[in-house]
């Protein structure tokens, strides 16, 4: 149907997919009715998971998936920016580099000349990187994969212009609102429940695993007591914080100085 004289455009709403697997761009279509409420209110200019429609910018918001891993992906992102009022990063890759940043403590032309028969045809940079390292944006939306209800409600603050309600307490108060016995203390489970960011409702802790960290640190983390609280040796306290968010910094540099206390003979 034709706008009419004087008709007001719907604000436009564009998704892009980085370095990943989907999985926070599946969440955004599994919201379904909800979906269909938001597709009534934005006029959807690009999200080819979902439409082959395209639509040049500029974009009213850009929900951007996905991790910065090859040159390309990098002059894209700033021409994304460039063309985006608002630019929202969604998941753990787009906001901590995601599992492909293992590569960050690598080599990866080591790798990449080990894994592919003919290694130049490969273009691809040294490190995989979040989204924030490249331009600016303007909200994180955590988790691997994000959460159905931060995104709803991440994209009806932005359209009713308000600052999105998003929690900032770790897991731990999401056990204690369950109701779901503290395995950590409880149990002698190891957990990274304390020092990770809430959003995902403590889903494994309810299920008796310990949280291993997907939606990444929580704004005042400090892992390193955790580690030692726990008893986890240098090879342990690795594999917890290299995972979904291993490249998160304050992971990141406590996995490091576990490595580091393993290398000079620390306990492993």
């Not at 929580?218 to 306290?237: H, K, R, Y």
């Amino acid at each position: 149907m034709d706008e009419g004289p004087g008709a007001v455009s719907p604000p436009t709403l564009a998704v892009w997919k980085f370095s990943s697997c989907d999985g926070c761009q599946l969440t955004l279509l599994h919201c379904e009715d909800e979906l269909l409420q938001v597709a009534g209110r934005v006029r959807i200019a690009e999200f080819l998971e979902a439409t082959s429609a395209s639509v040049e910018g500029p974009y009213d918001v850009s929900l951007v998936e996905g991790s910065v891993t090859t040159p390309h992906e990098a002059d894209r992102i700033r021409e994304i920016r460039a063309q985006s009022r608002v630019l929202v990063a969604i998941g753990a890759c787009a906001t901590a580099g995601g599992i492909q940043a293992l590569r960050n403590f690598a080599d990866v032309a080591e790798f990449t000349r080990l894994v592919y028969a003919t290694p130049d045809y490969i273009s691809t940079l040294a490190t995989s990187t979040p989204i924030s390292a490249h331009v600016k944006v303007d909200l994180e939306l955590r988790g691997c994969p994000i959460d159905r209800d931060q995104l709803l409600e991440a994209i009806s603050a932005l359209l009713a212009h308000r600052r999105p309600r998003l929690r900032a307490h770790s897991v731990c108060i999401e056990c204690k609102r369950r109701g779901t016995p503290c395995l950590l203390v409880g149990g002698g489970v190891p957990c990274l429940g304390p020092v990770t960011a809430a959003g995902c409702g403590a889903l494994c802790p309810s299920y008796g695993r310990g949280c291993f960290g997907c939606f990444g640190p929580q704004e005042t983390p400090n892992p390193e007591p955790l580690i030692e609280a726990v008893g986890w040796g240098s090879d342990e306290a690795v594999r917890a914080l290299r995972t979904f968010n291993a490249a998160a910094p304050a992971f990141r540099h406590a996995s490091e100085a576990a490595a580091a206390r393993g290398r000079i003979g620390g306990r492993r």
